[in-house]
């Protein structure tokens, strides 16, 4: 991904997340990408992931499990 100079790295990976939910790619109750995972996609630092995943639940879009992981909330309202 090319990463856009004026725009936050971490706002752009959330859309991109976003956006697949939206689009089914990432079903309600299913998995999203780790900030592991997050990292190795888009070639972002550990901080950077933690971004996404807090707008991510911020925005009612996921929810955590502690010890499980993070899941697409069961009806999300995309934005």
């Known amino acids: ?10 706002r752009q ?13 990432y079903p309600p109750g299913s998995r999203v990408p780790s900030v592991i995972q997050l990292q ?6 550990t901080s950077t992931g933690q971004k996404v995943m ?13 010890g499980l ?3 697409v909330s069961k009806s999300p309202s995309t934005s």
């Open 1 to 10: 991904m090319e990463f856009q100079p004026d725009i936050p790295r971490w």
């Open 13 to 25: 990976v959330r859309d991109v997340i976003a956006q697949r939910i939206a689009d089914g790619v």
């Open 40 to 45: 190795a996609e888009f070639g972002i630092a």
């Open 54 to 66: 807090k707008a991510l639940r911020a925005d009612g879009l996921a929810y955590t499990e502690p």
């Open 69 to 71: 992981g993070s899941f």
